[in-house]
């Protein structure tokens, strides 16, 4: 019998109880600043039909959705030999069903479907997986967590300042310096006008948003290749030069560039108005107005944000914008959103890298009872449930072996107390408590020993 070596899919991971420990420190932190700022929690299913997540993330958003095979004979009725049969035509024919891309999509169809039982603005957080068929690297998954902050209903820009005073918080409390990066999208449609290219905004952000991956010279090239031609592209060139101006003159010289544009120029006014509430707000986080920022999902269409670690070798670790039209694709007009994504799976790299997750997160079992014989038991757990109740996490070991095995059990799992409730501890009413750290032990009587585990 050959047996098969286990293994799990590239771009996916098992998590120790460690890592789980880490990751959770990374949930519960997002989440209570969530809370504080009002935002409620939803879950969607893990897969949606596919017509609710095709067309919505672009080109290539649409290449990496995972697509689930529809059950039973899924090939009948389906010609093969058909020549007009395209990859995507071929998909929509064999599956009716895909794994959620993102959580913004799917909150947009939530939305449209419960519109009758939540009141607008509805501000939601939702902390949950996403999958693409991405190629596997560093800091890129092929499952992996987002933890997105939505309030959809309203158009005040109040709600962009709110999603950067969150931003803020978030990363203090992670002490991870970051910079978050402003743009709008009606500045690029309003680039894409002056340049003589309006019908090719999408293009122009599909590829403007590689500039950090790529370089200037192979986003010119693929502006290009896409049809943009080369005068359009000569004009863009003076774009990439508003590097080192501070926030206040790159809106100057995009008042000026913009000046002929009516929806640039609109860009340029809801990007003032954002920076003013921020002034207001005594961030620690740098905001900084980049205009090559486009973000390459189609259903942005005012601000858009991106945040980056300033000492750590990594991507954006959060991202998000304004999207006006997203639920009006499943028929509910007139509902502008705005949202901001963390990526859970990049923050912890970087926390990971930088050193910075809190040591005592890794050490929740404060105190092992030993377990010294039948006899014993009965008084070790008496002082177990003691220790719970008092809201310390505690353990006993469950057999009855050598103390040595014991003792080594808890330095294995880094607990910093054992708990010896034998005989004479049992006949003085007392139980010993000894500091793995230090090897120190003393006699100590029930209430005592909960306080001195507090």
């Known amino acids: 019998m050959n047996i098969v070596k286990p293994s799990i899919p590239k771009g996916t991971r ?16 997002i989440r209570s600043v969530f809370y504080r700022h009002a935002y409620l929690p939803i879950e969607t299913p ?18 990496l959705l995972f697509k689930i095979l529809n059950s039973g004979d899924f090939t009948q009725g389906v010609n093969f030999n058909d020549p007009d049969m395209s990859v995507n035509k071929l998909a929509t024919k064999l599956c009716e069903k895909g794994l959620r891309y993102d959580l913004t999509v799917p909150f947009a ?36 967590y987002q933890c997105d902050a939505d309030i959809i209903g309203s158009t005040s820009l109040i709600n ?15 002490g991870i310096a970051v910079v978050m990066k402003i743009n709008n999208r009606k500045i690029l449609s309003g680039i894409a006008e002056v340049i003589g290219a309006p019908e090719q905004v999408t293009d122009l952000c599909v590829a403007m948003d590689k500039l950090d991956k790529i370089g200037q010279e192979a986003v010119c090239a693929e502006m290009l290749e896409r049809g943009i031609c080369q005068e359009a592209v000569e004009k863009l060139k003076p774009v990439f030069c508003f590097g080192g101006q501070s926030n206040s003159e790159k809106l100057a010289s995009l008042s000026t560039l913009l000046a002929n544009s009516e929806i640039g120029m609109k860009g340029v006014e809801e990007l003032t108005t954002v920076l003013d509430y921020v002034k207001d707000m005594e961030l620690t986080t740098e905001v900084e107005i980049d205009i090559t920022l486009a973000r390459g999902l189609n259903y942005y269409t005012g601000a858009i944000f991106e945040v980056k670690a300033k000492d750590a070798a990594m991507g954006s670790i959060s991202g998000g914008g304004r999207y006006d039209n997203l639920t009006g694709i499943f028929g509910l007009k007139n509902m502008s959103g705005v949202g901001i994504s963390y990526g859970a799976e990049r923050i912890y790299d970087v926390l990971n890298e930088l050193n910075l997750f809190p040591d005592e997160i890794l050490n929740p079992v404060k105190a092992l009872f030993i377990n010294f014989s039948d006899d014993d038991e009965p008084y070790a757990l008496q002082g177990l449930r003691a220790v719970r109740k008092a809201g310390i996490a505690a353990e006993i070991y469950p057999d009855h072996v ?20 034998g005989e004479n501890e049992r006949n003085n009413k007392t139980f010993t408590l000894k500091d793995m750290n230090t090897g120190s032990q003393e006699a100590l009587q029930l209430d005592a020993l909960i306080e001195r585990l507090k």
Not at 160 to 174: P, R
Not at 402 to 421: D, E, H, L, R
């Open 402 to 421: 050598k103390i040595g095995k014991q003792m080594t059990y808890a330095n294995n799992k880094s607990i910093p107390f054992v708990i010896m409730a």
């Open 109 to 144: 169809r939530f939305v449209v479907q419960h519109q009758n039982e939540i009141s607008f603005p509805f501000k939601r957080y939702q902390i949950q997986p996403v999958w693409r068929a991405d190629r596997p690297q560093k800091g890129r998954y092929r499952e992996f």
């Open 46 to 63: 893990s897969m949606e039909n596919l017509s609710t997540l095709m067309g919505k993330y672009g080109e290539e958003g649409d290449r």
């Open 160 to 174: 962009e300042a709110e999603l950067i005073e969150i931003t803020d918080e978030i990363f203090s409390k992670f």
């Open 14 to 29: 098992d998590f120790t109880p460690a890592e789980m420990m880490r990751r959770n420190y990374i949930f519960d932190t």
